[in-house]
């Protein structure tokens, strides 16, 4: 499965700004592009830049590669809707999204391999692909053959306790599973890249 495997943090540098959740980012520090050139200050950016950084930055966060990123914008325009709107709920219901937001995993990284290893369930039954569609209505929950792993253990102590921020989201207080209500819109996720740059981009 194709995915990018070089240094997470040069590219929160990249962008100018914390794209990981590690509060060692060197972006705090360094708020300027890798390289020697990098101290000297960010170029003023162009439109085409302006949209091609925003594009970036979606991208690196939810850890998807240009081609399949190009295919969520060919099926966002094919649907009937603000085609900013559905191609931020497809990118959103990922299944390895929702695994992050119900605060399965730290990281959409974490999240993923937990998918992958086939830690999931949607809906009792296993899926181990990151990228599929969770519907609303699904249930997320934990395989009960790996329950007794110690990461599991360990997340039951704190399960429950945590505040859900999303509200197109739900949370079984009792037992490791959580559920997607709706669709998220823009104004529910807040997202930290300007989707409409994005649509711009791929329809120029």
Known sequence: MARYLGPKHKLCRRVGERMCT??????????YPPGVHGPKGRPKLTGFGLQLREKQKARWL?????????????????????NDVILLQLLETRLDNIVYRLGMAKTRAAARQLVNHGHILVNNKKVDIPSYQVKPGETISVNPNHLNKS????????????????DWLQIDNRE???????KPVPEQVNPPFDIKLIIEYYSR
């Open 22 to 31: 590690s509060d060692k980012c060197p972006i705090i520090k360094r708020n």
């Open 62 to 82: 939810y850890g998807i590669l240009e081609r399949q990123f190009r295919r969520y914008y060919e099926k966002a325009i094919r649907q009937r809707g603000a």
């Open 151 to 166: 990461y599991w253990q360990n997340l039951s102590k704190t399960w429950g306790k945590q505040t859900l921020p999303l």
């Open 176 to 182: 490791i599973k959580g559920q997607l209500i709706s």
